[in-house]
């Protein structure tokens, strides 16, 4: 997996750099159009944000992006390498949120990941995982496609698999460290 889950949302975001391809899992959920709307500029109209892989217990591969509020998303203004055209970023349950991330290459295949906050401003990434959940989750949520083992259409779908994915240690992952402009 990419840049260590800060959000599974952000999966193809992931596969752009050697820092994010650090979250990315086969097991990853995808929806074909956003499932979430209620997007805000949660980190102001201007973020930095720091990325880190995450593996046997060390950061390895940062990277720093910034990203940039467009009225309905972040976007990265001229990120070369990666197919993450943006994400959104919203509250879940606790401690947690879940990343909705974008392709360049259209909206077809929206991945989502889960946002762990350990402290201001830092977050513990993981993709929502179809395989963090049980067979019978998987067998009432799931759609295959030739595109997608797990595609999701309804929002009680993608928290089904956010609950399986928050309850789950991971071994690998993101961190992501937010800094926000004054």
């Known amino acids: 997996m990419r840049f260590s889950e800060l959000a599974k949302a952000l999966r ?28 805000k500029p949660v980190f102001g109209e201007s973020v930095r944000v720091h990325l880190y ?15 940039r509020w467009n009225g309905s998303r972040y976007v990265i203004p001229r990120w070369r390498l990666s197919d993450l055209a ?3 970023w919203h509250d879940f349950e606790g401690n947690d949120a879940i990343v909705q991330s974008f392709s360049s290459k259209g909206e077809h295949a929206i991945e989502y990941a889960l946002a762990r906050k350990l402290a201001d401003g830092t977050y513990l990434i993981n993709a929502i995982d179809e395989n963090d959940a049980d067979e019978a989750t998987r067998a009432t949520n799931c759609t295959k496609t030739q595109f997608s083992a797990c595609r999701i259409e309804k929002p009680d779908q993608l928290f089904a698999f956010a ?7 991971h071994q690998r992952g993101g961190l992501a460290v937010v800094v926000t402009r004054r």
């Not at 990315?24 to 074909?32: D, H, P, V």
């Open 12 to 39: 193809r975001f992931l596969r752009a750099s050697p820092a994010l391809a650090a979250v990315m899992l086969a097991g990853c959920i995808q929806s074909a159009a956003p499932i979430l709307s209620d997007a």
């Open 53 to 67: 892989s995450l593996s046997d217990g060390n950061a390895h591969r940062p990277e720093v992006v910034t990203f």
């Open 86 to 88: 943006g994400f959104t």
């Open 163 to 169: 609950r399986a994915t928050a309850g789950k240690t």
